[in-house]
């Protein structure tokens, strides 16, 4: 025990620099990874408001655009807080699979 104060003593400078520089490096890598999930999320949600707004148009959305608007849906929703997504997936949902033409 002796020992360890005594290098604490005589130490305490440089690991007390050390661990402000490893708080800092955590803070720039949270703030960093925090701002790419923002980015996806961002990203993925106009994505799925453009899928919406071109199958509402047309009047019906095919299999292969429900299922890559799911996949859209499922890594938002992992992302965090979806609130006016959700009306745009059930309407986007609601819509027919082929053209009745």
Known sequence: ????IDFMQHNWGWMLSFGTFLVGVVVYVYVH???LQK???????A????YYNHY???GYAPIYARESFE???IQY?????NGVMQDI???FLALPTHDDE
Do not use: P, S, T
């Open 39 to 45: 980015g996806v999320q961002a990203l993925l949600r």
């Open 77 to 81: 929703e992992k992302l965090g807080k």
């Open 1 to 4: 025990m002796e020992q360890f």
């Open 71 to 73: 996949n859209c849906w």
């Open 33 to 35: 990874i925090r701002a």
């Open 47 to 50: 994505q799925m408001i453009q």
């Open 56 to 58: 509402r148009d047309k």
């Open 89 to 91: 997936r059930a309407k």
